[in-house]
């Protein structure tokens, strides 16, 4: 009778442990979780912190989509998708003839009016007038700040990941600039950005879309984006 009560014993703790084995268990915050427990803490947590919201991976999911078309359609709005690069050239072009950034007097920064002035106003004429202008950040790669620019650029070509694809503007002139000119000195980072808020006369907040490093010997590297295939 006594080894029957063993034998039943030793199979209850077997099967007590091989349930045990099977069932995963986590440790979230010193607190043990099993698998039902663990799905529910993550369809409810919020781990992305966005602009002061918490987000779950859900929500943030959502967010990132939204994110990715705004700036879809920030470079290639509707109505410029439907026109060819030449005439998005020519659209270009005309704008500048009669846009009046230019005719400004240019002042050293601290002052009235810097090179990201011109940008910042070439960018809100350009809208006005139905060219998507970007806000253009040409930097050092050490980021002095004395030597950094503000410029302009549209989108012309169809992929925005090519350096070519873009038509780069000299707010101060209404030049179409290249690599090598005094607005893209080689050895720089640029910066093709939007601005989301502008909290001063002479600051602007910006968001960045794409960026690339321009190499000593003038060779162009995609960084990263923001906008999405």
């Not at 009669?98 to 002052?111: A, F, I, L, P, V």
């Not at 302009?152 to 090519?162: S, W």
Request: proline share 3%.
């Amino acid at each position: 009778m006594r080894k029957t009560n063993v034998v039943v014993v030793i199979l209850l703790l077997g099967l007590l442990i091989g349930s045990l084995m099977a069932t995963h268990y986590y440790l979230v915050n010193g607190v043990t979780m099993n698998e039902e427990e663990y799905q529910k803490y993550k369809a409810n947590r919020k781990p992305y912190l966005v602009d002061g919201v918490a987000m779950s991976e859900a929500e943030y999911q959502e967010w990132e989509s939204y994110k990715v078309a705004e700036n879809k359609s920030h470079i290639m709005p509707d109505y410029w998708r439907e026109l060819g690069e030449e005439e998005r050239i020519k659209r270009i072009e005309t704008f500048l003839a009669t846009d009046k950034t230019d005719e400004h007097r240019y002042t050293s920064s601290g002052q009235r009016r810097s090179c990201g002035c011109f940008s910042a106003e070439l960018y809100k004429a350009g809208y006005d007038h139905d060219i998507p202008v970007c806000f253009v950040k040409v930097m050092t790669k050490d980021n002095n700040s004395h030597e950094n620019h503000g410029i302009n650029a549209v989108l012309i070509g169809e992929d925005y990941t090519h350096f070519s694809s873009w038509y780069f503007i000299e707010p101060q002139t209404d030049e179409r600039v290249q690599i090598e000119s005094w607005s893209i000195p080689k050895d720089r980072i640029v910066h093709i950005t939007r601005i989301i808020d502008s909290p001063g006369d002479r600051y602007v907040a910006t968001e960045t879309l794409i960026s690339y490093e321009i190499s000593n010997d003038g060779d162009v590297s995609l960084l990263g984006e923001a906008i999405g295939r």
